[in-house]
């Protein structure tokens, strides 16, 4: 009578082992960045409000079906808003509609509850690139090397904060409506 063969399996578990290991080490885990937004401080109470002249607040609002309002007028595109919100910041005073100082500019963001997630970030991202885009004209700069991310390691970093000043981001983002 034969003996039946069987394979040894004590040696399979080390091997299932080994290519566990194998597989974790090799294997890069994306990971989200999300927003680099920076949230204000957590205040105690309700916030304070702080009176702002409507001539320096530039309004863009963004309704349920993701149509953009740039100070109560329908834009069809993110282009048109990049262009007035440029005039708005740099007007110092010269046009009675717009800003007295880049200093004093506030950019409201306002959107529904029913704004897409695609359509908030677009109009996010221009409102920022235009400031960005200011940045890197009074540096003479391209906007690439400010977005970049070894810029702080930048021999102009430091005039780059001191422009961010003079020219400081000032975008309020207002909770949706209920």
Do not use: C, W
């Amino acid at each position: 009578m034969r003996q039946k063969q069987t394979v040894n399996s004590g040696t399979m578990a080390d091997i299932a082992f080994l290519l566990l290991i194998f597989f974790m080490v090799t294997t890069t885990i994306q990971s989200e960045k999300g927003l680099s937004i920076v949230l204000p401080p957590k205040v105690e109470g309700s916030p304070p409000t702080v009176p702002i002249n409507k001539r320096n607040k530039f309004d863009v609002s963004i309704n349920s079906e993701n149509k953009i309002l740039v100070n109560k007028e329908l834009v069809t595109n993110t282009i048109e808003i990049e262009a007035s919100l440029r005039d708005f910041i740099l007007n110092y005073g010269k046009d009675p509609n717009s800003s007295d100082a880049p200093k004093k500019a506030v950019v409201s963001l306002k959107v529904a509850r029913g704004t897409s997630y695609k359509t908030y970030i677009q109009a996010l991202n221009s409102l920022q690139r235009v400031y960005y885009g200011i940045y890197a004209e009074k540096m003479n700069l391209s906007k690439h090397v400010i977005l970049n991310e070894n810029f702080q390691s930048h021999p102009r970093y430091p005039e780059y904060l001191a422009l961010k000043k003079i020219i400081p981001m000032n975008i309020s983002i207002a909770e949706p409506a209920k």
